[in-house]
């Protein structure tokens, strides 16, 4: 019986091969970056207010007066969803009356805006807020769309694993990238809000298959990316139709890709297709620069099979240590999420120019991977975790104190905030996967990671808040931050500790730690395996 890993060892870790796939599956990832955070610019919400026809037969005076004021960020403004009643206003200006001289507009009635709205156009010229009205009564179902997106990525996870374990990784890569650039395409088409969130669902599956299958880490930084390139689209293309066919156009240039990325050695040969594997293991022993045996894998002495025990998801709860930690940790993977996602989205709520605080807000996620990169390789995990949360946490709180005046700060600290929020979001993988144990690695990760999916479609709905509080987004979103910090100060540290092969050595929770050691787990101790954590 042969193992993969020895028998590919000659071809080394980091050569030319592995370098060039490394680079084009992270390539693959960039379109990524526009369709997660395209919503940012296809529902943004100008300035609006009720619409009051050219027809009606008002003097000047009166038309300028024919919307109620509302009091908006300390300033008074035109109504967005309420008008005085038209035929009254007529009446008064044919009248002659003048609006508060004559009238008491305190007390004349108002309606709704039946004969649609203005929306201004010094930010967007159209959107789909804009053509379908979704303003005033039908303003929830801005915040739907993106969460609706959000539940296509949590379907998408559900299925990834097992189309790429049935059909192959590269063909499900690249199935994923095809639904993904060409859902994104037909949303060009809609006609109906309710056409175009249906294609945003499928396009949200497409989106996180194709991440799932290609994840390696670091790759988030191509993500980053992507979203740095998408508000340099938004801002010199302004109809939300031509800015989606823009946008499908980096996908397109993916495909090429095809003939470059080969499938995966490792599923070749769990499929029995030695031939194609060989063929890419020599491949890549050129590229390398390396000699290769004649045959790499022989059909007659089979690869040992990975023998693991059957897990259930209920394995996470058996204990009350373990349930602890993984209810703690669904705790913290969603609420990173809802902090990380719901600052993204916020942009264009933020004072200044939406297009340059969109690029600001991807322009940091490079620094806080690359932190995060830093402070895993030296520093113990929940400390380094639980202290970016706290940083980002606190300077979020600290925006409500900032005066009206100063919004240059206002936005530094929201960038601070999602510095460390992104870099605490990028460290749970490893986090995660060194707590547990072999036997349920991989299902804690899948398991708590899809509590983040729950965390990305709930966040829409705190900067939903936004519109009837400017701060309190940011007064909720910085105290769950400070609490999740809170609770990962709880948890066991995992850093130059032994990776746990089962449930009885995984580390316990501070207050569960004082129960006798088995021997069993004393020979463990004297006996450590060494632990490499990369990131």
């Not at 080394?12 to 990832?29: D, K, Y």
């Not at 990380?340 to 969109?358: E, K, Q």
Request: aromatic residues 14%.
């Amino acid at each position: 019986m042969q193992d993969y890993d020895e028998v590919t060892a000659f071809l080394g870790e980091w050569g030319l091969f592995q370098r060039l796939i490394f680079f084009l599956l992270s390539a693959s990832i960039i379109p990524n970056g526009f369709n997660g955070m395209s919503v940012v610019f296809l529902a943004g919400t100008p300035e609006h207010h009720c619409r009051v026809p050219d027809t009606a037969n008002l003097s000047s005076v009166w038309r300028n007066h024919s919307l109620p004021l509302q009091l908006q960020d300390g300033r008074e403004v035109p109504h967005r969803c309420r008008r005085y009643r038209l035929a009254t206003i007529v009446n008064f200006s044919a009248l002659g009356l003048e609006p508060g001289r004559d009238v008491d507009l305190e007390q004349l009635e108002q309606e709704g805006c039946l004969d649609g709205w203005e929306f201004n156009q010094d930010i967007y010229l159209s959107t789909i807020v804009t053509e379908w009205s979704l303003v005033c009564e039908d303003d929830w179902k801005t915040p739907l769309t993106t969460s609706l997106f959000f539940v296509g990525v949590l379907l998408g996870s559900f299925v990834s694993g097992q189309l790429s374990d049935r059909f192959g990784r590269k063909t499900i890569l690249f199935a994923t990238m095809a639904v993904q650039t060409g859902f994104s395409f037909l949303q060009i088409f809609s006609i109906n809000w309710e056409m175009f969130t249906m294609l945003f669902v499928i396009v949200g599956m497409g989106q996180i298959s194709n991440y799932v299958v290609a994840f390696i880490l670091g790759v988030c930084t191509c993500f980053a990316v992507g979203y740095m390139l998408l508000p340099l689209f938004a801002h010199f293309i302004r109809d939300w139709r031509m800015l989606l066919l823009a946008l499908t156009v980096p996908g397109v240039l993916c495909f090429p890709l095809w003939w470059f990325i080969p499938e995966s050695p490792r599923w070749l040969i769990s499929q029995r297709r030695f031939r194609e594997a060989e063929d890419i293991i020599q491949k890549a022993a050129k590229m390398n620069n390396v000699a290769a045996p004649a045959v790499v894998f022989d059909p007659v002495e089979e690869l040992s099979p990975v023998k693991q025990q059957k897990v259930f998801i209920l394995d996470l709860f058996r204990t009350r240590n373990i349930g602890t930690i993984t209810i703690m940790f669904l705790l913290l993977w969603m609420l990173t999420s809802v902090g990380y996602f719901a600052l993204s989205l916020n942009t264009p709520n933020l004072h200044g120019d939406a297009y340059l605080n969109c690029f600001f807000s991807a322009l940091i996620e490079v620094p806080a991977y690359i932190t995060a990169w830093l402070l895993l390789r030296t520093l113990p995990r929940r400390y380094i975790i639980s202290g970016v949360l706290f940083l980002g946490g606190g300077v979020l709180l600290l925006i409500q104190l900032v005066p009206a005046d100063y919004n240059f700060l206002s936005i530094g600290l929201a960038m601070l905030g999602k510095f460390g929020i992104t870099s605490a979001f990028s460290m749970l993988y490893v986090f995660t996967a060194e707590l547990y144990p072999t036997l349920v690695r991989n299902m804690a990760v899948g398991v708590t990671s899809m509590a983040s999916r729950v965390g990305s479609i709930i966040a829409p709905y705190f900067v939903y808040l936004g519109a009837y509080n400017r701060v309190l987004p940011y007064i909720l979103m910085g105290s769950l931050t400070v609490l999740i910090g809170i609770i990962t100060l709880l948890f066991p540290e995992s850093f130059g500790m032994t990776l746990p092969e089962t449930l009885e050595q995984m580390q316990k929770m501070k207050w569960f730690r004082y129960g006798k050691k088995t021997k069993d787990s004393m020979e463990k101790e004297e006996n450590p395996k060494v632990l490499i954590t990369s990131f």
